[in-house]
């Protein structure tokens, strides 16, 4: 199993930036496709965008140009840089290992207009 650790979130204002990162312990982080999740006050959760073990990347919508994920294999370490962000940005955002379904415990950004 993997144990992810989420950290970076805060209180930005619009058109700010963050970088969130995801600490991975135990076996195999190199070997995961990854993602990050986001949920919204009172929304379901959705994957915001994901990274494969062979560096390929997928974005929401939403997100397209404004996010960009990326992985450190040798530090075992989940990033996703956020740029241009925007109120309906805020929310609880989770690491995950989406194969193995595994998750950390989210940090929460919250983006003030």
């Known amino acids: 199993q993997v144990q992810l650790v989420e950290s970076g979130g805060g209180l930005v204002q619009a058109g700010g930036s963050l970088r969130l990162s995801c600490a991975a312990s135990?076996?195999?982080?190199?070997?995961?496709?990854m993602g990050w999740y986001r949920q919204p006050p009172g929304k379901e959760r959705e994957l915001v965008a994901a990274?494969?073990?062979?560096?390929?990347?997928y974005y929401a919508g939403s997100v397209k140009g404004r996010f960009t994920i990326s992985r450190d294999n040798a530090k075992n370490t989940l990033y996703l840089q956020m740029n241009s962000l925007k109120p309906e940005d805020t929310a609880m955002y989770y690491c995950?290992?989406?194969?193995?379904?595994?998750w950390g415990k989210g940090t929460l950004v919250t983006v003030s207009s």
């Open positions: 995950a290992a989406r194969d193995i379904d595994s």
């Open positions: 135990g076996s195999g982080f190199s070997s995961h496709r």
């Open positions: 990274i494969d073990t062979g560096g390929n990347t």
